[in-house]
């Protein structure tokens, strides 16, 4: 494949952050782009795959087509991934995995539909050369991705190995951390352009504040990275990718007006956001304080309000109503003119906020559903 050759990619996300990562896919110059269920397919050639991989925020992975087809029984899955040749998208001496999502009455046993798919690659390099690549499933070289919705089968190689929520700079988390991808969706969902103060109240190992600060100042979300599976692949244009990581490190802003503000009440939690900050080498424009925010007030000054409370999912050791009810009463005494956005998966919790929101989001932390609510403080 020639890096201009346009090649169809599959960008998986997190529920409700679709429309964002289309926009953001849209924005490196992707084309043919159409939003799917946890996923946005997209157009590209090789430049964009690598800038989806490194300038992205919302993405966990970026899925690039190797062929699709129908299969109406596990023998004829076999048969069509046999016939591909395989070499051009594993070595011999690599490893590979198989992941699979699959939608599919004639496919129900999904394990199954996956060893198939496995046995038929191995058997593609057993025939030739009397040998094959060996399976890895916990770190792979290549990782195949098999996709069926009834009959139709997709396979398609994995461009950027870890998820891309392995930004590279947490070393250390809270109880209950954020997804650093949904985190950086949460951001990019409020009202954060022109604001003077950026400000997470409980901050936890200080996710949000790091996604905000990056998004502020142009930083890439995968800057801190070290290594993506597409520099694995046969066609790997090095030039092409130094490239790619010069122009958009060249747009990093060194200098930004909005003031960055965390506090955690729990010691140890902070000086965990304290690491994680200095790790992303964002100490100069974050200051994480250890503070309780029920005695916090930012009078006299304006900003945006972005937090994600204890919702007592992994911290069920709190009176969670109690919390939420006198994190409301903070906010309406404390800051005023202000704007705030909740992150939340406890929705009775909420209600003891004792505002209307007049926005609200639907995502997931993972399996829980969750709500980002705006609130206009007056
Ligand atoms: C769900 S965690 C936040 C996780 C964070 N978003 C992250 O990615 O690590 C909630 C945090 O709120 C903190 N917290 C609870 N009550 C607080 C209060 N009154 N003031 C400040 N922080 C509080 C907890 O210590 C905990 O770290």
């Known amino acids: 494949m020639s890096d201009k050759e346009p090649c169809l990619f599959t960008a998986k996300t997190f529920h409700g952050l679709e429309k964002i990562l289309a926009s953001e896919l849209k924005k490196i110059g992707a084309g043919n782009i159409k939003i799917l269920k946890r996923a946005v397919s997209f157009e590209g050639d090789t430049e964009i795959m690598y800038r989806a991989n490194y300038e992205v925020r919302t993405a966990l992975n970026i899925l690039q087509k190797i062929t699709e087809f129908t299969a109406n029984s596990s023998d004829e899955l076999y048969e069509k991934v046999n016939s591909l040749n395989w070499n051009d998208y594993i070595d011999i ?26 046995d038929a690659i191995a058997d593609f390099f057993t025939k030739k050369y009397d040998k094959r690549p060996s399976v890895n499933i916990k770190n792979p070289d290549k990782k195949i991705n098999l996709h069926i919705n009834g009959n139709k ?11 891309l929520f392995k930004r590279g700079y947490r070393i250390g988390t809270g109880p209950a951390p954020l997804n650093e991808v949904l985190a950086a969706g949460i951001v990019m969902l409020t009202d954060y ?21 990056r998004i502020f100042m142009n930083i890439p979300p995968a800057y801190s990275r070290k290594y993506f599976a597409f520099q694995k692949f046969k066609n790997y244009n090095y030039q092409l990718w130094n490239k790619i990581k010069r122009e958009a490190e060249k747009k990093i802003k060194k200098e930004i007006t ?11 939690i902070a000086k965990i956001a304290k690491k994680n900050i200095s790790e992303a080498r964002l100490r ?3 200051t994480v304080l250890n503070r309780d925010f029920l005695n916090t007030k930012f009078e006299n000054k304006k900003g945006l309000i972005v937090t994600n409370p204890p919702y007592n ?33 406890n929705p009775d919790a909420v209600k003891n906020i004792g505002l209307k929101p007049s926005q609200k989001f639907q995502l997931f932390n993972g399996k829980i559903e969750c709500r980002l609510l705006k609130y206009d403080l007056y």
């Open 258 to 268: 909005v003031k960055i503000i965390g506090t955690d009440i729990d010691e140890e």
């Open 313 to 345: 999912e992994r911290l069920k050791s709190l009176n969670i109503n109690k919390l939420y009810k006198e994190t409301g009463d903070t906010l309406k005494k404390g800051y005023k003119n202000w704007s705030s956005y909740i992150f939340s998966g």
């Open 153 to 163: 089968c997709t396979l398609s190689i994995d461009t950027s190995g870890d998820a």
């Open 193 to 213: 352009k022109n604001i003077d103060y950026f400000y997470d109240p409980m901050c936890g190992s200080g996710t949000i504040l790091i996604e905000a600060a």
């Open 93 to 118: 001496n690599e490893t590979f995995s198989i992941d699979k999502t699959i939608h599919s009455n004639i496919h129900k046993h999904s394990q199954f539909a996956a060893l198939k798919t496995k």
């Open 284 to 286: 100069k424009h974050i």
